[in-house]
């Protein structure tokens, strides 16, 4: 299973293409911005309750037969955030207290 590397921030819904090094992905690729994983969510994914990395690029040029961006093009379908901006504060202060890894 590849990742479908969503269009957007689901917070801020900026744009976030496949080449782009501010996405940023919890384990179920849950999608944010680099901005608001730091301003707004403090590293916690606002969905699941875990941490985020930084979403792999990938490839343009297709090295391996098959495996390229335009191979494997990423997903066109946007997602939005279900909760409230208070409700998402109040979650990410309670669980960013936890480690990741004692989550
Ligand atoms: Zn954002
Ligand atoms: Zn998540």
């Given at each position: ?8 921030c689901e917070?801020?819904?900026?744009d ?7 996405a ?5 690729e849950?999608?944010f911005c ?14 699941c309750?875990?941490?985020f990395a ?9 090295w ?6 335009a191979?494997?093009?990423p997903?066109s ?5 279900s909760?409230s901006a ?11 207290a936890?480690?990741?890894?004692q989550?």
């Amino acid at each position: 299973m590849a990742l479908a590397l969503r269009p957007n921030c689901e917070y801020c819904d900026t744009d976030l293409p496949p080449d782009d090094e501010r996405a940023r992905i919890c384990s179920y690729e849950c999608t944010f911005c680099a901005d608001c994983v730091e301003r707004h969510l403090r590293n916690v994914c606002p969905n699941c309750g875990g941490g985020f990395a930084p979403r792999p690029i990938r490839p343009h040029a297709e090295w391996r037969p098959g495996l390229s961006v335009a191979k494997r093009p990423p997903s066109s379908q946007r997602v939005h955030l279900s909760f409230s901006a208070d409700e998402i504060r109040a979650f990410s202060e309670r669980i960013s207290a936890i480690a990741p890894a004692q989550r």
